[in-house]
């Protein structure tokens, strides 16, 4: 059931994804791109929606055309930094419902804290995807999957900015059933469980908490 990972080398992604990472990019900036980037991931994430066949009236003719076939869908950012992701996502999905995992990871052993969890009453029957610009250790998406299953969901997507091949290989190891959209593989971890090369904490950079 395991996949690889699917990474954006699209074009705009690179680009939107430089000026990420660049330490001079200002915090209204750097919300902009994570919810334009989000958007693009979220494009591709979408890719396999169902789709049903109508007939529509155009002002010329008759013509046979496909809408999405209403599966219901649940955006779950991880906060804070997920909650960057959303907007953009809603932007191409206005009919999902959006449920909030909180975790923080603890700053000397690097091991997520779960603080708070609100999910659509009826996850179980929506295809989840699950947000957050940073995969680092790995251990925060671990979790979430883990909380979001508990609670009846088995169709499950991560959609992150920036991994790291640890986070990835953690992921694919304890969820082999998730599937995973990067827009960037990064190299490694620092000492500090940071991505490098990264683009910081994605967090702080969002919310200008530094
Ligand atoms: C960041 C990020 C992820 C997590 C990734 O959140 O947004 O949730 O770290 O690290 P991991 O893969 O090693 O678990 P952080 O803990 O900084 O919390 P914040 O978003 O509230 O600042
Ligand atoms: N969380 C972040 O925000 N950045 C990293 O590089 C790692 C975890």
Do not use: W
């Amino acid at each position: 059931m395991s996949k690889a990972p699917m990474i954006l080398d699209h074009p705009l992604v690179q680009h939107k994804v430089s000026l990420l990472r660049d330490k001079s990019t200002g915090t209204k900036e750097f919300k902009e791109l994570v919810g334009e980037i989000a958007m693009l991931l979220c494009y591709e994430a979408t890719r396999d929606l169902p789709t049903k066949e109508v007939e529509i009236e155009t002002p010329i003719a008759v013509a046979k055309s496909h809408v999405l076939a209403g599966r219901k869908l649940a955006l779950v950012p991880i906060l804070r930094a997920g909650l960057g992701m959303v907007d953009g996502m809603l932007s191409l999905l206005p009919a999902a419902k959006v449920g909030h995992i909180g975790m923080y990871r603890n700053e000397e052993t690097l091991e997520p804290v779960e603080y708070y969890c609100k999910l659509p009453s009826d996850i179980a029957e929506r295809d989840v995807l699950l947000l957050d610009p940073m995969l680092a250790t790995g251990g925060s998406a671990c979790d979430a999957i883990t909380q979001i299953k508990k609670r009846g969901a088995r169709s499950i997507k991560f959609l992150a900015i920036i991994a790291a091949p640890e986070g990835l290989a953690k992921v694919h190891e304890q969820h082999p059933d998730v599937d995973i959209y990067v827009a960037a593989l990064d190299e490694k971890l620092n000492e500090n469980g940071y991505i490098v090369p990264g683009l910081g904490d994605a967090g702080d950079r969002i919310f200008g908490t530094k």
